[in-house]
Structure formats: C-alpha cells, structure tokens
C-alpha cells in the first residue's frame, strides 16, 4: 500500500485546480461517495467552503490532499468497507478526526484507488492541524492497514528494516506531471537512459548514447542531468536507481563547461520542433490477456532489458522505445525506424507464432522495408499488409515478382529458369508460408 499525501489549497485557482483533478475525465470512472461536514453539495463548492473557513486563520494551506493505492491483484479484494476504514485510519492519524472531508473514488488502468481532502482549519476555534512529520505517518499507516489485511508490505524511505538502503523513487509527483503534459513517459526516458548507461563506460560515451537517443545532457544546480525532446530535466540517477556518488564517478571527465546549463537547454529543445513517429505491426489478436512473463523471457533472451507497464512491455531497441502489447508492437521515436527496429519487430511477431503481420504508421517507406524484412524472414506474401495500400491492406501479386526484389531475397531470376514450369515451381515456393 503506497499512501500520498500533502497540504495545499494556497489560492482559490489551487483549490479550482485540485477539484479538477479529482473531477477529471481520463479515470476510467469517478465517484464522489461522501461529502462531510460542509453545507455546499457539489465538490468544487465544497472545497472552496473549505477554504473560506481557514480565511480566518493564519493558515496558508487550507486542506490536506491525501491518495491511497494498492498493487492491482489487492484492488481487487478491497472492499467498499476496507477502503473506507483506510481512510479513517489515516484521517486518526494524521489528527483530522471530525474535520469536513471529501471522498473520491477513481478507477484507472482498470485498478482502484481513492482520494480524499479534508478540511485543516477547525470552524469553531480556527485552528489548523499540524501537517509535520506527514510522510512518516503515512508509512507507518501503510504498514499498519497492510498487516490488518493481509497485503505485501512495500518498504519505504522512513519505515524499513534496519541497515536497508533507503529506496529512491521512480519519479517524483512533478515528473508524472510533466509526463502527462508533454506525452514523454518517465518509463520511456528511463528506459532509453539505461541501455545508454550500459553500453557506454565513460561520461562522453554516455553523452553520445543520450543524444543517439533523442536526450542530451545539462548542468543542474546539483550535477549533470538529462533532458527530454520536450525540454523536461531528469535526475540520471533516480532514472537509473543510482547512487549519486556512482553517477558522478562515470561523468567525471565531462566538464562542467562542456554542457549548456539546464534552463539553456531545456529553451534549446523547446524551440525545436518535437517530431513523434509511431509505426507498429500488429497481427491476430490474443484470445486472452497475453503472457507477459512469457514475453519479457523473449526480450530478455535476445539481451533487451523489458520494463513492464500496466498493458505493455517497454523495450530499448537501437535507440528508440518499442512497446510490445502482445497483439501488436509499435516503436516511438522521433525519426524513421532502423533496419535492426524493423527486423526485431517483425521478428518477436514470427516468434510468437503470427500468420499475419499488418504494418501501420511512418512512411511509405518504411512500410515498403519493412514488408520486405516480413518476407525476409518468412510471411508469405498474401500474409503482409500495408496501410499504405489500397484498402489499407495487400493480396498476392497478380504478376510475377520483380527482378530487383527477386535479387534482394536471394531468389532466382526468371531468365535462369529453363521453362515457364520451373519458373511457376520457383514461384510456387517463394511464396509458400513457411509458418501458419
């Protein structure tokens, strides 16, 4: 169980700002379940309420926003009445008991997870509660509720067993953010910074490796950091889980002067136009959910490091990210896809058995490559399709196959047969499917 939670409602475009979210259309669904000790019905008059009472207090934030999650498989054993006594556990104590509150229930990537805000300043004497010392309340309410249902504790930075290194968090609130204003995933940044960390053995390599990859290093005011297409700065070891000590180390032969500092930078990347290209290939589609330990054992085998997200795999090729959704695989870059993309896409699609493979996005040109790279490694024509073509899709050649992609394939040219019959047997076995 992972609890969140912090004071705020500064201004009234901070409260309008909070309702929103707890309001907003991406949750697969939102439901508002209570609405206590407010006069106001609907949840941006409750909060702004909220924050009208503490108007007469020396408080600068008026309520306290907290979020209660579960790993998926335990979502789905809370029931209304647990989620419930979560939140009075937390609200005991943290020391708002009594104080007005709202619940919000979200659903998102099909998985659970609640919200709620209370009310710091007490309407009768106008005094609010302390938030100190919140984040170590948080944990040991965590810890507490996980034993009392049976849940996989998760070890966290204040309550964690003695001489266990504090862990360091993926990313930080403002990084989801930013990752939702921009469309960059921390996922993918983190992902395209590990397999430049691994293949590269001083600070200039890894610099090189970043830019290969769409990043580029900056001066931050505590180091060296990555930045993003969109121009949004990345601590290199949180990415990476890293000691900063371990960072510094590798990047010892790069200068502070060698690199343009951060809001430079991130100005430099924001000028420049950001272009996305998502092509993919898709084949039959999964019966069922698709074994995703199954899939990550593929990647894995072949030297990838795969990053398991909610309904993908994330995997590093040659620079660009490649999201594997079991049906189908579409690479994100900010250019045309390579040969080594393509073959690897059209590959995990052969391994796992495809009778047909669809190409979708980029170029014609790249769907033309990528076609041929199909038939390198064995789809029979008529098992090819392109968006590019007619209908979006694409049948037999009526006629024969032409010379200079005969040549390419290694196939025999028409004039070495000796008779239309060899010619038709050759063309016969060209395009016979050697996997169904």
């Keep these: 169980m992972v609890i969140k939670g912090s004071s705020r409602g500064q201004s009234a475009s901070d409260i309008r700002r909070l309702a929103a979210h707890l309001l907003a259309a991406e949750n697969e669904t939102v439901e508002v379940a209570e609405i206590a000790g407010v006069t106001a019905g609907g949840l941006h008059a409750a909060l702004a309420e909220m924050r009208a009472v503490s108007l007469g207090s020396r408080t600068r934030k008026s309520v306290y926003h907290a979020s209660i999650n579960v790993a998926r498989d335990e979502a789905a054993m809370m029931t209304r009445a647990r989620w419930m006594e979560a939140v009075g556990e937390l609200e005991h104590r943290l020391g708002l008991a009594g104080r007005p509150r709202a619940v919000v229930f979200h659903r998102k990537h099909e998985r659970d997870h609640v919200h709620v805000v209370w009310g710091r300043v007490d309407p009768l004497t106008l005094k609010a509660v302390s938030d100190g010392q919140n984040y170590r309340i948080h944990e040991e309410c965590s810890r507490a509720l996980e034993e009392?249902?049976?849940?996989?504790?998760?070890?966290?930075?204040?309550?964690?067993?003695?001489?266990?290194?504090?862990?360091?968090?993926?990313?930080?609130?403002?990084?989801?953010?930013?990752?939702?204003?921009?469309?960059?995933?921390?996922?993918?940044?983190?992902?395209?910074?590990?397999?430049?960390?691994?293949?590269?053995?001083?600070?200039?390599?890894?610099?090189?490796?970043?830019?290969?990859?769409?990043?580029?290093?900056?001066?931050?005011?505590?180091?060296?950091?990555?930045?993003?297409?969109?121009?949004?700065?990345?601590?290199?070891?949180?990415?990476?889980?890293?000691?900063?000590?371990?960072?510094?180390?590798?990047?010892?032969?790069?200068?502070?002067?060698?690199?343009?500092?951060?809001?430079?930078?991130?100005?430099?990347?924001?000028?420049?136009?950001?272009?996305?290209?998502?092509?993919?290939?898709?084949?039959?589609?999964y019966a069922a959910e698709a074994d995703w330990e199954a899939l990550e054992d593929y990647w894995r085998r072949l030297g990838y490091a795969p990053v398991r997200q909610w309904n993908c795999l994330w995997v590093d090729v040659d620079g660009a990210c490649l999201r594997d959704f079991g049906d189908r695989l579409e690479i994100h870059g900010t250019g045309e896809p390579t040969d080594a993309q393509i073959a690897a896409m059209v590959a995990a699609g052969k391994a796992r058995g495809w009778s047909t493979i669809h190409f979708h996005g980029g170029s014609e040109a790249f769907q033309h490559r990528a076609r041929l790279e199909a038939l390198r490694q064995g789809f029979p024509p008529e098992a090819i399709s392109l968006e590019c073509d007619p209908g979006g899709g694409s049948k037999p050649p009526d006629e024969p196959m032409p010379e200079h992609l005969r040549r390419k394939l290694g196939l025999p040219e028409h004039g070495n047969t000796e008779n239309t019959r060899n010619t038709e047997n050759t063309e016969e076995q060209a395009y016979s499917p050697r996997f169904r």
Aim: glycine share 10%; no cysteine.
């Design 148 to 285: 009392r249902f049976g849940h996989r504790p998760v070890m966290g930075a204040h309550i964690r067993t003695p001489g266990a290194r504090r862990p360091i968090a993926k990313a930080t609130h403002a990084d989801w953010q930013a990752a939702e204003r921009t469309g960059i995933a921390v996922e993918d940044v983190a992902a395209r910074m590990r397999a430049a960390w691994l293949e590269s053995n001083t600070g200039t390599a890894f610099r090189a490796a970043l830019e290969a990859r769409g990043l580029s290093l900056a001066k931050g005011r505590r180091g060296l950091l990555a930045v993003d297409e969109a121009g949004t700065p990345h601590s290199i070891a949180r990415r990476l889980g890293l000691k900063a000590a371990v960072v510094r180390a590798k990047l010892a032969d790069i200068g502070s002067d060698d690199v343009p500092a951060v809001d430079e930078a991130r100005t430099t990347r924001r000028k420049s136009p950001m272009k996305k290209i998502v092509i993919g290939a898709a084949g039959p589609a």
